[in-house]
């Protein structure tokens, strides 16, 4: 029987807060990128006032930078998924030198994963909306089953869409309203933060901007963990309660 919606939310928070310490190094590496994020741009708007090298010269090496940062990051949110599955399956976790070498052979086949689920989806909406709706079901758990079971981009594809058969709408619901509720609550507490902040520093327009944004980004960094554990825990639910199949009618 699949998880209810409650289960999962409250299954999800819990294994979070037993295992927040473990993906403590990867969320510290999130939220420095966050941080040199910000100063690399404030770095350039520097260098665009205050000295005489080429602005497209600027603007190509903050762009390099910023790519590579996102690389980065995106290769860091993959080994905490990878250690989510590691976790729930009672396996032991790498160290974090070793966890990105573990790791980087899935940049690819995520990428490529994630090309193929936006076309399918965008094509499927541009046909009548709703067929791209329920792509978008179907393959949601693609990138995980690269990552979770090593398997073929194309494996992937198929292999989510058999664990979505025969009980769609269960399994949207259990991927949107967790996350919905949690993103409610995210923004409640960045909006206190942000409140907060503002009236101890009192910053410039300006300012409070850059701070609301450095403060979404490290609550995102932060709780990135939260939310891939309500995927995790579901898609070990789903897999451990295939669907079943209907008995032919007797004649």
């Excluded at 350039?44 to 090298?53: E, H, V």
């Excluded at 980087?104 to 541009?126: D, E, K, Q, R």
């Excluded at 009192?202 to 990135?224: C, D, F, H, R």
């Amino acid at each position: 029987m699949l998880i209810s919606t409650s289960e999962l939310i409250e299954q999800s928070l819990d294994t979070y807060v037993q295992t927040w310490r473990k993906f403590a190094p990867y969320i510290g590496v999130l939220a420095a990128i966050v941080i040199v994020r910000y100063g690399i741009g404030l770095g350039a708007l520097f260098l665009n006032a205050d000295t005489q090298l080429s602005s497209a010269l600027i603007d190509t090496l903050t762009a390099l930078l910023l790519l590579c940062l996102g690389i980065v990051g995106f290769w860091t949110s993959l080994i905490i998924t990878k250690n989510s599955s590691l976790l729930k399956t009672n396996q032991p976790l790498a160290n974090l030198k070793q966890s990105y070498r573990n790791t980087v052979h899935y940049i690819w086949p995520v990428i490529l994963v994630s090309l193929l689920y936006a076309l399918a989806c965008l094509v499927g909406s541009f046909l009548l909306f709703v067929p791209g709706i329920i792509f978008a079901v179907w393959y949601y758990f693609a990138n995980y089953i690269v990552v979770f079971e090593d398997q073929k981009v194309l494996e992937s594809l198929k292999n989510s869409k058999k664990l979505i058969l025969g009980r769609w709408w269960k399994m949207a619901f259990r991927f949107v309203i967790p996350k919905a509720l949690l993103t409610i609550a995210l923004a409640i507490v960045a909006i206190f933060f942000t409140a907060l902040l503002n009236q101890v520093f009192k910053p410039s327009e300006v300012k409070y901007e850059m701070l609301t944004q450095i403060v979404n980004g490290l609550l995102a960094a932060i709780t990135l963990p939260l939310f891939l554990w309500t995927d995790t825990l579901l898609y070990y639910n789903a897999k451990e309660n295939p669907v079943q199949p209907t008995a032919p009618l007797q004649k």
